[in-house]
């Protein structure tokens, strides 16, 4: 018995192996440049976005960056709903003993939390400028906020309140995402003109990177609290 599973298994193994060479052999008919090329020669013009990367998941494709969002505001919702703790219950510190937390680990996070905190903002702030945005100034922020429950264990988090924050920025978004049908005639793009000057385009970036960081932050913030409730 088993070696007939071995058989149907190397066959299928084998099957797999000639599609994925015969879909090698068009790759180069494929593959184009144009994509890239018209980034590099127009981006910094069209979005005034000097980070490419940023240029593209907040003008170019913002709708990607608008449903990644939304998948992360439907993951805290899941979580929220799956886990056994009452949400009114607001105190987190289950995993967290202070009496068992060293001294020397409270100092440093003392001392790491404004640092990081201000990292978080500079990344995001900049993320049209330098490598960073929005997703990833939101996760150092978050990291900065979960350094807290090791230095005040008894801090209180209303999850609830933290949520709907949460959907709030996320319908701000959208609207503003929306304003360029109005401005430039078509959705999820930068509202302001495209004659408009860089400095100009550049509100909106940080408008938006802003937005999408507190987002970010405050879901992550929101999953960890859960896990902290849900330990217990």
Known sequence: MSVSKNIILFALLSVLLIVFMLAMQDLDVLYNSY???YYLLYGLEETGSRNLVSAIYLDYRLFDSLFEAGILLIAVSGIIWISKHDIEE????FMIDKYKTPDLFVTFSRLVYPLMLTFGFYVIINGHLSPGGGFQGGAIVATAILILYYIDSERETNIGLIVTIEKYIFMTIIVLA???LFTRGTFFTNF????ASLQMKSIYLVLLNLLIGFKVALGLWTIFTA???EGR
């Open 227 to 229: 896990f902290l409730k």
């Open 90 to 93: 607001k105190n987190a510190k």
């Open 192 to 195: 302001m003109p495209l004659d």
């Open 35 to 37: 994509g890239r090329d």
């Open 178 to 180: 929306s304003i360029s």
